[in-house]
């Protein structure tokens, strides 16, 4: 399956579901002062959440170009990603529980034909605040996952948000591949690093709003927030093992060692992955309607340091940085039809990078 067919499918299943079809909005959150960078699909929604009408509708659905930078020191390994693409559906104030888990495992088994004893999903276990989620539970259980699969996790893991401050948040369920690797020991479960569970969906069940001081009140309207990460559906789905092995990796990566064989230069595979990982997500930011760029504050500064830190790398193997802008031109050639802002700000990239930044 390539990426467009994934994105395709995607939006298909929940528009035949009755959901509106959004368009992604900029990396900048226009509607969310909490964050840097559109970190979720949720972000452009949050005043809907929170209980003005949307002009779609109750139900939505969409692909959300995304950066988050929590991770980046995980960047390199074989799933994690500073910029993505999450697909995402939305029940605002119209289906809750019961009809998000019975889609989602709908679409993971049937669509993506993920084999049952292959899935694993965590439920919050409830704290002093807020009670355990025996429904997600019992609605999971009752498509047939064991109890072997359903972990309980606390508020650390299994709840989401808000991504600020403040704002709406909630208890969630989130969904993982087993990659049928032996368990690294007995605790072995989707919180471990160990590489065995990969999460692919989360799906947030927005119930409550937390406030300045601390504390959540009960929002007007109960929502459904779900978020899918396209780059780990595609490897999974295509037998790969990890994000560089598909297609939105491997014309980056070819073009990276085409430079190096013609420098003679040989670096290790994990810098590899971080240039390319990296000047995607460099080329998404500068690529944005919202016309980033790099300086001492706020998005400029992230976007500064992530092309540091490539040009660190490409100083460590030995080689002039100005490939970078070749590499560049190979994401915005590749994402240019489904995201045409990437061609229409393409001329950011005719300088060079040779000046301090
Ligand atoms: N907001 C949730 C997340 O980012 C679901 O999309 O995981």
Redesign the pocket.
């Known amino acids: 399956m390539t990426a467009n067919e994934l994105r395709t499918m995607y939006v298909n299943f929940f528009k035949e579901r009755g959901h509106k079809e959004i368009a992604s909005a900029s990396l900048l959150p226009e509607n969310d002062p909490t964050v840097l960078f559109t970190?979720?699909?949720?972000h452009p929604l949050v005043p809907y959440l929170l209980g003005e009408k949307h002009p779609g509708g109750k139900r939505l659905t969409d692909v959300q170009k995304c950066v988050r930078t929590e991770d980046i020191d995980e960047v390199g390994d074989d799933t994690h990603c500073t910029f993505f693409e999450?697909m995402?559906n939305w029940s605002l104030g119209d289906y809750f529980k019961q009809e998000s888990i019975s889609m989602s495992f709908d679409f993971l088994t049937n669509y993506l034909h993920i084999p049952l004893e292959r899935l694993a999903v965590t439920v919050f276990e409830g704290d002093e605040l807020v009670s355990a989620d025996v429904e997600a539970e019992e609605i999971w259980k009752s498509f047939g996952l064991k109890s072997d699969q359903i972990f309980r996790y606390g508020r650390d893991n299994n709840w989401?948000?808000p991504a600020g401050q403040t704002g709406p948040c909630g208890p969630?369920t989130e969904i993982f591949y087993d990659m049928d690797k032996p368990k690294c020991g007995p605790n072995c479960g989707p919180s471990c690093k160990c590489g065995k569970y990969v999460e692919i969906w989360?799906n947030?069940f927005m119930q409550f709003n937390k406030e300045a001081d601390g504390t959540f009140t009960e929002l007007k309207q109960k929502n459904v927030?779900?978020?899918m990460g396209l780059e780990r559906v595609l490897t999974i789905f295509n037998g790969k093992t990890n994000v560089y092995d598909t297609e939105l990796f491997i014309p980056i990566m070819q073009t990276l060692e085409e430079i190096l064989e013609k420098e003679g230069k040989a670096i290790p595979e994990r810098d590899k992955r971080i240039i390319c990982e990296h000047t995607r997500a460099i080329t998404f930011i500068l690529g944005d309607p919202m016309k980033i760029s790099p300086s001492n504050t706020e998005q400029g500064y992230i976007l500064r340091r992530l092309i540091r830190r490539i040009i660190r790398l490409f100083k460590k193997a030995d080689i002039n940085a100005n490939y970078l802008c070749e590499l560049s031109v190979v994401i915005i050639e590749q994402y240019g039809l489904v995201y045409p802002e990437l061609e229409e700000n393409r001329r950011v990239y005719s300088g060079t990078v040779t000046k301090r930044i």
């Not at 970190?39 to 949720?42: L, N, Y």
């Open positions: 970190t979720a699909g949720m999450m995402g989401w948000g969630d989360n947030v927030d779900t978020g």
